[in-house]
Structures are given as structure tokens and as C-alpha cells.
Nanobody
Framework: LQLVQSGGGMVQPGGSLRLSCTGPQYTVTYSNIGWFRQAPGKEREAVSCITSGYTVTDSADFAKGRFTTSRDNDKNTVFLQMYGLKPEDSGVYYC????????????????????WGQGTQVTVGS
């Protein structure tokens, strides 16, 4: 499962960004896809995930109410829409995937995924 990321960049506090994670045709729909981030000097942490098939999502507490994860099956793409960004949201964001049958829960642990995007930098600052 080859994942290609796009989006990211620099934004002022309170701003919005949308990250994209695109895979080969027909694969993203039947893959659990997770979003993770890593700030300098910190461990990689889970942001959100979306399940294979059923499109159920889960997110970390810090992301609830500010970040939305969605999937466009026609575009083979999963999106991470981020609102109300804060400086502490800065870091490299990665999407990760694992092909699986349709599921109603998705893992928030990086060890559960076997394919990773190239990462994209998000910088929140004035």
C-alpha cells in the first residue's frame, strides 16, 4: 500500500489546514488509515484514524472538536481537516495504512500499520 501525502505548510494560530493521503485505486477504501504526528524531540503520537469499509473514525483527545478525518472513495484519498490550529500542533504529520477487511474500529497505535506516507510539515506560528 503506497501512500502519498499532500497539504500542510505554515499557518497562523487559529488557522486551518487540510492534509491528504492518497493510495492506489480501490485500496484506501479497504484499509485502516491512521494519522500520526511527531514534533521535534517528542515521540510520534496518534492523531486520528478511519476504519476500513465502514468509515468509522476515532481521534485523540486533543483532536476532538478541532480535527476531522474523512475519506473520499472515488479519489482514493483520506483527509485530515484541521481547524483552530495551535502552535503545539506543529510537527511532521504522517498517514499510515494497513489493508484489512471492513472494520468498525481502527487502531491508534503506529505498530498496527505497515505502510507510511512520506510525511508533511505543519507549522503553526505567527
Amino acid at each position: 500500500l503506497q501512500l502519498v501525502q499532500s497539504g500542510g505548510g505554515m499557518v497562523q494560530p487559529g488557522g486551518s489546514l487540510r492534509l491528504s493521503c492518497t493510495g492506489p485505486q480501490y485500496t484506501v477504501t479497504y484499509s485502516n488509515i491512521g494519522w500520526f504526528r511527531q514534533a521535534p524531540g517528542k515521540e510520534r503520537e496518534a492523531v486520528s484514524c478511519i476504519t476500513s469499509g465502514y468509515t468509522v473514525t476515532d481521534s485523540a483527545d486533543f483532536a476532538k472538536g478541532r480535527f476531522t478525518t474523512s475519506r473520499d472513495n472515488d479519489k482514493n484519498t483520506v483527509f485530515l481537516q484541521m481547524y483552530g490550529l495551535k502552535p503545539e500542533d506543529s510537527g511532521v504529520y504522517y498517514c499510515a495504512g494497513v489493508r484489512t477487511q471492513a472494520q468498525r474500529t481502527c487502531p491508534m497505535s503506529p505498530e498496527a500499520y505497515d505502510s507510511w506516507g512520506q510525511g508533511t510539515q505543519v507549522t503553526v506560528g505567527s
